[in-house]
């Protein structure tokens, strides 16, 4: 049993068995933890017992990984330190207490790497001790937690359809018309989103989506007109003579404490802005009261047509028996426009001035849609557009004030024009799979169009302000710098109009109409498309990068070892390494002891020894006059 123990002792203290075995320890921690990030990255955490956590493991990795290779570390410096003192010229023996420092931990490395004369190849370790500090925040960092939606699997979390639109056959019964209106109008109350508003579905978990899809939709194109449209030279202000009579009827009491002028003008449209608004006459009134203190007059308010709005149906929809036929033109199922006017100053002067001038038009296409529900909010994106082309068909004859006439119904096909006519659809190439509209009557849309046309009326108020005043010599005029703000007052029963101009204009009007005719269409007589639930996981993440540190050390520290042990190889090499034993067995012979001692001062404290080593130089020889090792003076 003895032999055996000291066998055994011998591998351990006199090879580099037990610094081998340490850093192939150290590599098969480091090992393991890069399984455990490759098996788990990008999948769901591990459940394991007790509630231990993949983090744990990977810091229990981790420190056993580090503190094997400080074992290595620890006996490769502590070799060297014994390897530094082989020098013929000798070394300071103060720089064993350097080597001790530095081969047990991270504040030694930094003193021996901060002492310039002891750099060489233990300054490999050094630095591998100091960068082994960081080894567990590195750890810590390896690993992130993100979510993942997964197509879910569970048949009660699926996602409903949603419909796609090949075909529509508007009806013509009063039922149909009705309920087409109505969807419009209710559009401008019922503000939700076009994408919160694009299907009536469900989503079980929160997180849905569809495949991109094309469906048949209503575009609206629109076109600002403003620079297009004319407006006369209208003056606001009232000359000398009006302000005279404002002033002589307010003082006799024809209009008890106020006058009023009325004034009219013409707008002038280019011809191809065919729109159903009657551009001959507006009409405009001023108002001049008497201030609250009796002892002047002022221009109290203005009246003036502000936003003006007009919709239409562009062509007739009737072939006599004389065969005429309709438009080649662009056809729209129907045309909005919309002017809105204000005061502007011009030269210093307050006209009435065109702010915009819009027009839209209403025209099928096929529209692509990207759609999606996350975290319970629906997004749209329209990624695509295309316009078709029309065609007409005559149907009976109808005798109309003894002339026969042919009603006209429009079809629209998916067929590349621009919305060009085809004059005989029988001799175009239909796409296998064509997106149309069959044969619909278009007054459905002259009844929509309706519904928006009239005017909205502003009024302006002004200040009671003497400096406003109105005199026989200066005339009246309506300052910006004394408005006080406005009314607006829409025809009757056309409140509607004041909601599209509070909403955003024809634009945002356009917009609104068209997601809902779409949504229309796709209900009618539409087709499902499939969707897909997903549910949301936490995923483990690996930031692989943060495993270079690991790597580098781990390196370092089996590049510093197999150095060492090639440095110090061969028969005439011993390995102490981290033993304290040779200083007893091979120290400084007693005479020289000795006379250390009755020169030097201080040496029963640990100062006074460094400050005596410091002057002492030994190296470590073998005396041939008795075969030993020992540490040698060399002066």
Not at 328 to 350: K, M, N, S, W
Not at 372 to 378: A, E, L, R
Not at 428 to 440: A, N, W
Request: hydrophobic share 40%; net charge neutral.
């Amino acid at each position: 049993m003895a032999a055996r123990y000291k066998s055994s002792g011998e591998i351990w203290s006199d090879t580099w068995l037990w610094e081998i075995l340490s850093i192939v320890l150290s590599g098969v921690c480091f090992a393991l933890t890069l399984a455990l990030l490759k098996i788990y990255d990008q999948r769901a955490p591990p459940q394991i017992i007790y509630g231990i956590t993949l983090n744990a493991l990977i810091s229990i990795l981790t420190t056993f990984s580090k503190s094997a290779l400080l074992v290595v570390v620890a006996g490769a410096i502590s070799q060297l330190k014994w390897r530094w003192f082989q020098n013929m010229n000798g070394r300071s023996i103060l720089d064993t207490q350097l080597f001790d420092d530095a081969s047990r931990g991270p504040w030694g490395s930094v003193v021996l790497l901060a002492t310039a004369h002891t750099w060489s190849l233990v300054s490999i370790g050094a630095l591998v001790s100091i960068s082994a500090l960081a080894l567990d925040p590195f750890a810590q960092q390896l690993l992130s937690y993100p979510t993942r939606d997964i197509i879910a699997t569970d048949a009660a979390a699926q996602a409903p359809n949603i419909l796609q639109a090949t075909s529509f056959a508007a009806g013509n019964t009063s039922r149909s018309r009705l309920e087409m209106t109505n969807r419009v109008v209710a559009s401008l109350w019922d503000l939700e989103s076009e994408a919160g508003g694009f299907a009536a579905v469900g989503c079980p978990t929160g997180n849905c989506a569809w495949d991109d899809f094309e469906s048949l939709a209503m575009c609206t194109p629109c076109q600002n007109r403003t620079a297009d449209i004319g407006l006369p030279d209208f003056s606001l202000s009232w000359d000398a003579s009006l302000g005279r009579e404002a002033l002589e009827s307010i003082a006799e009491g024809t209009e008890p404490r106020r006058y009023v002028h009325w004034g009219s003008f013409s707008l002038y449209f280019p011809t191809d802005f065919q729109c159903d608004i009657d551009a001959s006459h507006f009409s405009t009134s001023g108002v001049v009261s008497l201030s609250l203190s009796k002892s002047y007059s002022y221009p109290s308010e203005l009246d003036y047509p502000s936003h003006l709005f007009g919709a239409s149906i562009p062509y007739q929809v009737y072939v006599d028996n004389s065969g005429l036929n309709v438009s080649t033109q662009t056809v729209p199922l129907l045309r909005f426009c919309y002017i809105q006017l204000h005061r502007a100053r011009e030269d210093g002067i307050e006209k009435l001035a065109i702010k915009e001038a819009t027009t839209c038009q209403l025209i099928p296409c096929v529209k692509k849609y990207s759609y999606s529900i996350s975290n319970g909010v629906p997004t749209l994106k329209a990624t695509g557009e295309r316009y078709g082309s029309w065609s007409f068909n005559a149907s009976a004859k109808m005798l109309i004030g003894g002339i026969s006439y042919s009603p006209i119904f429009p079809s629209w096909i998916d067929l590349g024009g621009g919305n060009r006519q085809i004059p005989d659809p029988s001799n175009e190439t239909y796409p296998p799979r064509s997106f149309r509209i069959d044969k619909f009557n278009i007054d459905q849309f002259r009844e929509i169009g309706n519904l928006f046309q009239g005017e909205i009326l502003a009024t302006d108020k002004f200040a009671d302000d003497k400096r406003n005043s109105v005199s026989n010599t200066s005339g009246v005029q309506f300052k910006q710098e004394f408005f006080r703000g406005s009314d607006s007052y829409p025809d009757a029963g056309s409140s509607q109009l004041q909601q599209i101009v509070d909403n955003g204009g024809l634009s945002w009007f356009m917009s609104t109409i068209a997601a809902r005719l779409s949504k229309y269409m796709r209900e009618k007589d539409g087709i499902p498309v499939l969707g897909r639930s997903y549910t949301t996981i936490t995923i483990v993440q690996v930031r692989w990068p943060w495993v270079s540190l690991l790597a580098v050390v781990w390196s370092c520290a089996a590049t510093f070892l197999m150095l060492t042990m090639w440095i110090c190889h061969g028969s005439d090499w011993v390995l102490w390494k981290t033993s304290s034993l040779p200083w007893i067995y091979h120290g400084l012979e007693p005479h020289n002891i000795e006379g250390i001692k009755a020169t030097a001062t201080r040496v029963n404290k640990v100062s006074g020894m460094e400050k005596n080593a410091k002057m002492l130089r030994v190296t470590l020889w073998n005396d041939p006059t008795d075969g030993r090792i020992k540490l040698k003076m060399t002066h």
